[in-house]
């Protein structure tokens, strides 16, 4: 790796850093009597390096910039005293990794679990992780998703603040404990993914600032400051950072792909944008016969990156988080219409068919959250397996002012039509951990910063919820959860013992038989489907795909609080799912939140 410290193979350690704004760098080896400053190299644009041939695994360091101020390793791979603690030198080989026969699974057979590390168990850490892993294989899912977990400041984040890219969360663990989750995961035949945040680094513990100030740019701002410089005169060596990261995580922890937070935020006016050298590398690097598989999330709906080459294969990126199957399904669920939910109000059962058939909702029109703005392009051309589908994810609860899991705001039937539609539809779904037993716990935004930042969080948190009608008024915004309260984050952590309770495992024992029928019914004819038609009639909302082989799936729905009166006429198809109740059929037309799904023969010639 070419930015960090490394171990050599004959002894000893490489320590490099790109400082371009300092003159003059010493590596302080850290120890018990305080620790000695050895003077590094200086190397051509900005780089300094010191050979230290007595350096082993364990040792803790900082570089002195200038004499004055240390900083930790840019690209530190572990964090034991937090971000602005020392770094400690890791051997990457020291795991002892299974035989290598791993190559990962098609994407086609992906089923996502979204979990945050710190709150999915009460213990919080990677081998709190590893003991739920046979309880997600009971489930069905193929694949866990860890949020982001980059070093952060304090005890306790979602993981979108890290500063220290390439260090897992010392407190959940070592990098050795984090390369046992993967393993065992391995193991049980589940897929790792990775959030990795490349549009921003955290407000506290960087110090990229003092060091190499060409990590960031004025003449753009995302909602977190100073953007990322992808395009400026010392743009080669900040990609290289990232990509760096991204290849770091596939090849030393064994990952099997990642998810790229908010590339909308990512501005690269170059003729090769960062995103598409990133996919490019990381596919180039990946051994054959390695399954590795690239997601986005972009607000922008930009199909650009999901394009597929001559054997329908993707070019950059697998597949995007697609929030507006989510927006039209949680505002039909719960009757909400504020915020962006407000540009799903008009016609949501058409809106629901045409992301079902089309991926986006929004491919050009104009979007009245956005102030008018015209957001997304076409995107009926990509196959259904380019979009990942969800009814919850970290986002969408815990940016809810007290993190409400969707149970607490829509009947449980709404709720159970809506999973009948995403476990079963050939777009890749998404769970979030304690979804599939109706977990009460909410998620709420919640962080560790210093005094410095401390304030700012709470009072920004509470601002931002000023447009809502609930809390207009003051006195209403101070009952938002302060997210610097260790209650907070402990309201949010998982209490397993309730899965087990009847109301609960009825929830997981529906997922799981949705789960299963998907196994055996959809993932095997999910290569090479496509949308054959959508229409909506009286209500009734029906979809069909003409099948990786040949065979016609089709989707009813009635996704309504009362009965519609499209009638869902039993199909010469066999029906895969219904939620009708046996007294539902002598009613006229089909009742609510009404959801089937048959298979039949593929009409000839269509």
């Known amino acids: 790796m070419p930015f960090g ?7 000893g350690a490489r320590f490099r850093l790109w400082a371009p704004a300092a003159h003059e760098v010493a590596l302080r080896l850290e ?3 305080g620790g000695l400053d ?7 644009e900005g780089w300094f390096e010191r050979l230290v041939p007595e350096a082993v695994a364990g040792q803790r360091y900082r570089y002195r910039l200038d004499g004055e101020t240390l900083v930790p390793e840019p690209a530190s791979r572990f964090q034991t005293e937090d971000v602005h603690g020392p770094s400690e030198l890791i051997d990457p080989r020291a795991f002892p990794w299974p035989d290598g026969s791993w190559r990962g699974r098609p994407w086609e057979e992906t089923v996502l679990y979204e979990l945050h590390v710190g709150s999915f168990t009460p213990s919080g850490t990677y081998q709190g992780a590893t003991g739920k892993l046979d309880r997600l294989v009971e489930l069905g899912v193929t694949a866990i998703e860890l949020m982001p977990l980059a070093e952060s400041p304090g005890g306790r984040n979602w993981g979108y603040d890290g500063v220290y890219l390439f260090a897992p969360e010392h407190r959940y663990g070592g990098p050795d404990a984090l390369k046992r989750l993967i393993a065992e995961a391995h193991a049980r035949d589940l897929m ?3 959030d990795v945040v490349y549009n921003h680094f955290g407000p506290e513990g960087n110090y990229l600032h003092r060091s190499a100030p060409g990590f960031f740019t004025e003449r753009r701002h995302t909602p977190w400051g100073a953007a990322i410089d992808f395009e400026g005169p010392q743009a080669a060596t900040v990609r290289d950072f990232f990509i760096q990261n991204a290849l770091y995580w596939l090849a030393e922890f064994n990952i099997d792909g990642l998810r790229l937070d908010a590339v909308h935020a990512i501005f690269d006016g170059s003729d090769r944008h960062f995103l598409v050298e990133l996919a490019e590398r990381v596919r180039a690097a990946a051994p054959p016969g390695r399954e590795i598989h690239l ?9 650009t990156y999901l394009a597929r080459d001559n054997h329908e294969r993707p070019r950059w990126f697998t597949a995007q988080w697609n929030d507006d199957i989510h927006h039209v399904l949680h505002s039909l669920a719960t009757g909400e219409t504020e915020g962006y939910y407000g540009d799903y109000a008009e016609r949501p059962v058409a809106r629901l068919g045409r992301t079902l058939a089309e991926g986006f909702d929004y491919q050009g029109q104009a979007s009245a959250h956005r102030s008018g703005a015209a957001r997304g392009a076409p995107s009926a051309h990509l196959p259904p397996t380019a979009f990942v589908g969800f009814l919850q994810n970290h986002d969408q609860i815990g940016n809810r002012a007290f993190g409400d899991r969707i149970d607490r ?3 449980p039937a709404a709720v159970e039509a809506a999973l009948a539609i995403l476990l079963l ?3 890749i779904p998404l769970l979030f951990m304690g979804e599939e037993w109706a977990a009460s716990e909410p998620f709420p935004f919640f962080c560790d910063f210093g005094p410095d930042l401390a304030d700012a969080v709470r009072d920004g948190r509470r601002r931002e919820f000023a447009k809502f009608a609930a809390f207009a008024d003051e006195a209403a915004r101070a009952r938002i959860p302060d997210p610097m309260a260790r209650r907070t984050f402990d309201s949010a952590v998982l209490d397993w013992s309730a899965c087990d309770r009847p109301e609960h495992r009825k929830r997981f024992r529906f997922c799981r038989r949705l789960l299963a029928l998907r196994r055996a019914e959809i993932v095997p004819r999910l290569s090479g489907a496509r949308t054959q038609a959508m229409q909506e009639d009286g209500g009734l909302l029906r979809v069909v795909w003409r099948m990786g082989d040949g065979m016609r799936l089709t989707l009813l729905a009635n996704m309504a609080p009362t009965g519609c009166t499209g009638t869902a006429a039993d199909l010469a198809e066999r029906l895969l799912f219904s939620t009708k109740g046996p007294g539902d059929a002598a009613r006229p037309g089909t009742p609510a939140w009404f959801v089937a799904w048959h298979l039949g023969e593929a009409i000839p010639g269509a």
């Open 5 to 11: 410290a490394e171990l050599q193979p004959g002894g």
């Open 31 to 33: 120890d018990e009597n």
């Open 38 to 44: 050895l003077p590094m190299t200086p190397l051509e």
């Open 192 to 194: 790792v993914f990775l």
């Open 295 to 303: 997601v986005l999330e972009n607000d922008d709906n930009a199909p």
């Open 409 to 411: 705001l829509a009947p």
């Open 425 to 427: 539809a050939p777009s």
